[in-house]
């Protein structure tokens, strides 16, 4: 029988992307055997991250909500064996490491979600440096900057506000919730 993963990261069952990755990063922080002395801590940690390499990808988070429902057991499907064993095998070299390696991994920055407002904050900026070129040609005179500057303002402007919107709609994108 499978593990209650929502239970082990203490979030709904229609958690978003944004919940798992904060539940992730805080029972990951609590369990890392480094920092955590309990007997039990180590294999905590591996079922922690086992739970979010599970939850996180919407092809397995909708397996495994299908078959924890159900009778079979799904570690008999090979995909399924496959993402599992996967899991417990990179928790295990994380639960190798140092708590400051660990935090400083490629893995665990990848976790990382930004705020509500630092969300709408780079929205605002990207959407004022998207438009900041066209106000350049429209408002300023063409004599006094130069063609220079306003080069400079479409190729400096336009990449950070670019930058920043995609950031802030990948950000609003991971808080939708992932079952509708």
């Known amino acids: 029988m499978l593990p209650n993963y929502f239970k082990i990261l203490e ?3 229609d958690a978003s992307e944004m919940e ?3 539940a992730y990063r805080s029972k990951a922080k609590e369990f890392h055997p480094s920092e955590n002395k309990a007997p039990d801590a180590l294999d905590k940690f591996i079922l922690v991250n086992e739970a979010y390499e599970i939850l996180i990808h919407k092809n ?6 299908v078959d924890y429902n159900s009778t079979h057991d799904p570690l008999k499907y090979e995909v399924y064996y496959y993402w599992i ?4 095998t990179r928790a295990a070299q994380h639960a190798g490491l ?4 660990f935090l400083n991994s490629k893995f665990y920055k990848n976790t990382f979600v930004n705020s509500y407002p630092t969300l709408i904050a780079y929205l605002v900026i990207g959407i004022l440096m998207l438009i900041a070129p066209f106000v350049t ?10 063609i220079v500057g306003i080069l400079a303002v479409i190729f ?3 990449p950070l506000g670019l930058y920043f919107f995609v950031q802030a709609a990948s950000g609003f994108q991971m808080m939708r919730k992932y079952m509708h």
């Open 98 to 101: 140092t708590m400051k390696e």
């Open 60 to 65: 397995t988070h909708e397996i495994y909500l």
């Open 11 to 13: 979030i709904t069952e």
């Open 137 to 146: 040609v429209v408002m300023i005179d063409v004599n006094n900057v130069g």
């Open 85 to 88: 064993n996967k899991a417990r």
């Open 20 to 22: 798992i990755k904060r």
């Open 156 to 158: 400096i402007a336009w």
